[in-house]
């Protein structure tokens, strides 16, 4: 190789790579063709539970692992959809979006062997976990709930820079708020939800856990912190547990992040 064409060659590595990336992570909406498959399996996940007759065997049991997967999103936090996802589920906390995930691969297995006594108890066992209240609100037939004062505190951050983070908190939808960061900043990445909490006074909340990651701040006027997403979930979730900001599970808001995860 030429001594030019190693320049250009070097030239070339230097030009900004062309990234076509609209969604940040965990905020991706499904194609119609995908939301039209997801509410269909969902009215047959209710129509089960709610005691009527299976029609179609092979594909209500589809239909049941498309539910399954929509929870599993959610306990998971793997997919460049599972905060849209949990959003269209009432914010449903990753605890519970787990053991529904579990309860619905037991309906799945009660069908398949036509076990009506397995199917019982899964019914009533879904009554416990409020998995019905979650399927009307992805159906539009109920509205998620939400206390006054509460919030939500989020870490956002890049598939790129994973351990750059933005730590902050907000009285609005966390989705809202990405969307107005994003703008704001002109990111040629746009930020994503990597986790986040459910907390009874989101100030006081934002303002402690600043003070427990001070060492990682890039900017002292800044939200931006140099550290590792585990990392900072662990300590947040620790400052939470113990100032007792998380919102309680069982109540009409979502529970807390434990890690890893958006509880």
Known sequence: MSRVEASNAKMRELRPMKIVQKWGFGMAPPKAPTQNERLKSVRTVLAILNGEIVQDLERALAEVSIVKGLFNRVAREDQWDWFYVKGQLGYVPAAAAKQIGFALANLRLALKNNDELALRDIREGTKRLQLLKYLRIFLGELAPTHGPGAG??????????????????????VEERVREINAATGVLVPFGIW???RVTDPQRAEKLVHSALDEFRVRGDREFF?????DAAKTISSVLNESRLLVKSGSSEDEGSSVPGCT
């Open 152 to 173: 939500w505190l989020y870490i956002l951050s890049t598939r790129e820079m994973s351990s750059y983070l933005k730590i902050g908190m907000t009285t609005r939808s």
């Open 195 to 197: 986790r986040c909490w």
């Open 226 to 230: 140099a550290v590792e997403i585990s």
